[in-house]
C-alpha cells in the first residue's frame, strides 16, 4: 500500500501541473485578488443573476447621475452668465461641455460594453459598469472644479 501511495506522490510532483513556474502560481493568485477585489468595490457583481446586476447597476447610476446633476448645477451656479474677457468662462460653456460629455460617456460606454461583452445582457452590464465610472469620474471633476480664475 506503502508503494502505490508512493508512486502516486511521484507521479504528482513530476507532474507538468506540479513543476509550473512559480511566476505562474503567482498570477493565478494575483488574478484571483483582482477577481475579489472587484466584487468588493462592486456589489451589483455579487447579485444571483446577471439581471439583477444589471438592475443593481441601473439604480447605481441613476443615483450617481442625480449627484451628477446637482455637483453640474452647483459649478453652474458659481459662473457668470457672460463675461467680457473670456467667454469660455461663462454657463454656456459648461453647458456646451456638460452636453458634450454626455454623447461622449454614452457612445464610449456603449463600445466598451460591446468590446467587453458577449451576450446582450453582459454588453449592458459592462456598458452600465462604465457609465458609472465615467460619471464617478465627472462627479469628481466638478466637486474640484477651481471657482475663480
Known amino acids: 500500500m506503502k508503494n502505490v501511495k508512493q508512486s502516486a506522490a511521484d507521479a504528482f510532483s513530476s507532474s507538468l501541473a506540479y513543476q509550473l513556474p512559480k511566476s505562474v502560481f503567482v498570477l493565478l493568485f494575483g488574478l484571483s485578488n483582482c477577481v475579489i477585489a472587484s466584487a468588493d468595490d462592486n456589489p451589483c457583481l455579487t447579485q444571483s443573476s446577471s439581471m439583477q446586476s444589471a438592475q443593481c447597476l441601473e439604480e447605481k447610476l441613476k443615483t450617481a447621475e442625480a449627484m451628477l446633476d446637482s455637483s453640474y448645477q452647483d459649478a453652474l451656479h458659481h459662473l457668470p452668465d457672460t463675461s467680457d474677457r473670456d467667454i469660455r468662462k461663462t454657463k454656456e460653456q459648461l453647458k456646451k461641455a456638460q452636453n458634450a460629455w454626455l454623447v461622449?460617456?454614452?457612445e464610449h460606454c456603449n463600445?466598451?460594453?460591446?468590446?467587453k461583452g458577449g451576450s446582450n445582457i453582459w454588453v449592458t452590464i459592462f456598458s452600465l459598469e462604465c457609465s458609472l465610472q465615467e460619471t464617478e469620474r465627472r462627479i469628481d471633476f466638478f466637486l474640484h472644479l477651481p471657482t475663480s480664475g
Do not use: D, E, F, Q
Open 104 to 106: 461622449y460617456r454614452n
Open 111 to 115: 463600445y466598451m460594453g460591446a468590446l
